[in-house]
């Protein structure tokens, strides 16, 4: 019998939720919505029923904009269940079919390294790591705690966007700043995307002809966000997001790796305030920054009709992640496979040709045909290391870790 369990990525805003039916290792998704403005009286719903019965089934609007009142997250979740047992929604006829419920938490911190059953314990485990992620763990855990109420003794799995990254050795996570910080305050690299890094590696193994234990691949996620990871035998030896999302390669919105005296610079000198800067890292910076837009298409139009500052930011995008990728082809000692994901790494081959426009000394050359069509393998059959283009899935990774943990439960 397929077991259905709920997934739930809960926002400061917003709640995105998805059901799933899972047998023998299979996913398959029944439906999946989002609930926007949460703490509003002019929230909206979107969802995507009956997946399963009309694949093209149109997504609905619940309620007329501007009058939806859902004042927190639990009127969220209840909402969400509403739906999911109304006549619109023919994946749950009862929401006692809901056999576990699994949610994307952000930070895991040192203390989380798997996906892992929620109990008071782990629930204070998770308070702990607010501090790290101070935006997104407490509407993680504003999601749990609603669904302790509305589901009553129903399974709760909570999976990490670090978990991935535990494998990272001390020389990789830790920081050269005294060891006092890391000891009392935990400040050491954690790194982030993992759900998504573990996806599309775990693919990438799948498509590569060799040994597992003996694969070496760069994962590049390149959406809004961005971070790149170094994948030895199926394991995470680095990453290059750090204490925060904000470290390593230039992103939409945020800076990516600076020299670390920067903000001090416009603290001590431009006599900015801590509040303002933190705003203009992670707001007002990366691609924006530079070309004062963030998303990538509109980028790149301004960019074919002439605009300097966007031929700039797109070019500094590039170098940004190929340096990146040069230094984790050292860091595992080559690279057999090289792959792109999330909005930009998915969708755009010029950017992909562009980033990888010197990596044939890695063995990596870029087909055309098969880069303009997003093929799974856009490198020349006689490459050594191949690039792929993967699509991402953080939820399927949720949802078979939910199951495979409500199963042993
Ligand atoms: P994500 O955060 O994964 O949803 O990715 C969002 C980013 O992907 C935005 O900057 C979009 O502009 C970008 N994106 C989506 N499709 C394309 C495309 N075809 N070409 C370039 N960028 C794209």
Redesign the pocket.
């Given at each position: 019998m397929a077991m259905k369990v709920l997934i739930l990525n809960t926002g400061s805003s917003s709640v995105k939720y998805s059901v799933y039916a899972c047998h023998d290792g299979n996913a398959k998704e029944l439906t999946k919505g989002l609930v926007e403005r949460v703490g509003s009286k002019n929230a909206n719903i979107k969802c995507e029923c009956c997946l399963e019965h009309d694949a093209t089934c149109a997504v609905h609007r619940i309620g007329t904009p501007g009058t939806l009142d859902i004042p927190d997250h639990r009127a969220a979740i209840a909402a969400i269940c509403d739906i999911l047992v109304s006549d619109r929604c023919v994946v749950v006829d009862d929401l006692s079919e809901i056999a576990g419920i699994g949610h994307r938490v952000v930070h895991g911190g040192e203390e989380f390294s798997q996906s892992t059953l929620i109990d008071e314990a782990v629930i204070a485990g998770i308070e702990k790591c607010c501090k790290l992620a101070p935006l997104h763990n407490p509407p993680a855990l504003q999601g749990i705690r609603a669904c302790q109420e509305v589901f009553p003794g129903v399974p709760q799995v909570a999976v990490f966007d670090t978990a991935f990254h535990a494998s990272l050795p001390a020389h990789a996570y830790r920081y050269p700043i005294p060891a006092a910080l890391y000891r009392d305050h935990g400040v050491r690299k954690y790194g982030f995307h993992g759900t998504s890094h573990r996806y599309v590696s775990e693919q990438a193994i799948k498509v590569l002809d060799m040994p597992a234990e003996d694969t070496r691949i760069i994962t590049c996620?390149?959406?809004?966000?961005c971070s790149i990871s170094a994948v030895k035998g199926g394991r995470c030896i680095e990453t290059s997001m750090g204490l925060t999302p904000l470290g390593g390669v230039m992103m939409?919105t945020r800076t990516g790796d600076l020299d670390p005296y920067l903000p001090l610079f416009m603290i001590k000198e431009l006599g900015m305030d801590v509040d303002e800067v933190d705003t203009l890292m992670n707001k007002k910076s990366g691609?924006f920054g530079v070309c004062g837009q963030?998303?990538?298409?509109?980028?790149?139009k301004r960019a074919d009709e002439g605009d300097r500052d966007c031929q700039l930011a797109v070019s500094m995008f590039c170098y940004s992640i190929a340096r990146f990728i040069g230094s984790y082809a050292m860091v595992l000692g080559g690279a057999d496979a090289i792959v792109f994901?999330?909005?930009?790494?998915?969708?755009?081959a010029?950017?992909r040709a562009r980033i990888l426009e010197n990596a044939g000394f890695l063995g990596c050359h870029v087909d055309p045909a098969r880069n303009a069509v997003n093929a799974e393998n856009i490198s020349t059959d006689d490459s050594t290391c191949k690039a792929l283009v993967i699509p991402?899935n953080e939820e399927l990774v949720i949802t078979t870790h939910t199951a495979r943990i409500v199963g042993e439960g």
């Amino acid at each position: 019998m397929a077991m259905k369990v709920l997934i739930l990525n809960t926002g400061s805003s917003s709640v995105k939720y998805s059901v799933y039916a899972c047998h023998d290792g299979n996913a398959k998704e029944l439906t999946k919505g989002l609930v926007e403005r949460v703490g509003s009286k002019n929230a909206n719903i979107k969802c995507e029923c009956c997946l399963e019965h009309d694949a093209t089934c149109a997504v609905h609007r619940i309620g007329t904009p501007g009058t939806l009142d859902i004042p927190d997250h639990r009127a969220a979740i209840a909402a969400i269940c509403d739906i999911l047992v109304s006549d619109r929604c023919v994946v749950v006829d009862d929401l006692s079919e809901i056999a576990g419920i699994g949610h994307r938490v952000v930070h895991g911190g040192e203390e989380f390294s798997q996906s892992t059953l929620i109990d008071e314990a782990v629930i204070a485990g998770i308070e702990k790591c607010c501090k790290l992620a101070p935006l997104h763990n407490p509407p993680a855990l504003q999601g749990i705690r609603a669904c302790q109420e509305v589901f009553p003794g129903v399974p709760q799995v909570a999976v990490f966007d670090t978990a991935f990254h535990a494998s990272l050795p001390a020389h990789a996570y830790r920081y050269p700043i005294p060891a006092a910080l890391y000891r009392d305050h935990g400040v050491r690299k954690y790194g982030f995307h993992g759900t998504s890094h573990r996806y599309v590696s775990e693919q990438a193994i799948k498509v590569l002809d060799m040994p597992a234990e003996d694969t070496r691949i760069i994962t590049c996620h390149l959406g809004n966000g961005c971070s790149i990871s170094a994948v030895k035998g199926g394991r995470c030896i680095e990453t290059s997001m750090g204490l925060t999302p904000l470290g390593g390669v230039m992103m939409g919105t945020r800076t990516g790796d600076l020299d670390p005296y920067l903000p001090l610079f416009m603290i001590k000198e431009l006599g900015m305030d801590v509040d303002e800067v933190d705003t203009l890292m992670n707001k007002k910076s990366g691609l924006f920054g530079v070309c004062g837009q963030n998303d990538m298409r509109d980028i790149l139009k301004r960019a074919d009709e002439g605009d300097r500052d966007c031929q700039l930011a797109v070019s500094m995008f590039c170098y940004s992640i190929a340096r990146f990728i040069g230094s984790y082809a050292m860091v595992l000692g080559g690279a057999d496979a090289i792959v792109f994901t999330a909005g930009i790494g998915e969708n755009n081959a010029a950017l992909r040709a562009r980033i990888l426009e010197n990596a044939g000394f890695l063995g990596c050359h870029v087909d055309p045909a098969r880069n303009a069509v997003n093929a799974e393998n856009i490198s020349t059959d006689d490459s050594t290391c191949k690039a792929l283009v993967i699509p991402t899935n953080e939820e399927l990774v949720i949802t078979t870790h939910t199951a495979r943990i409500v199963g042993e439960g």
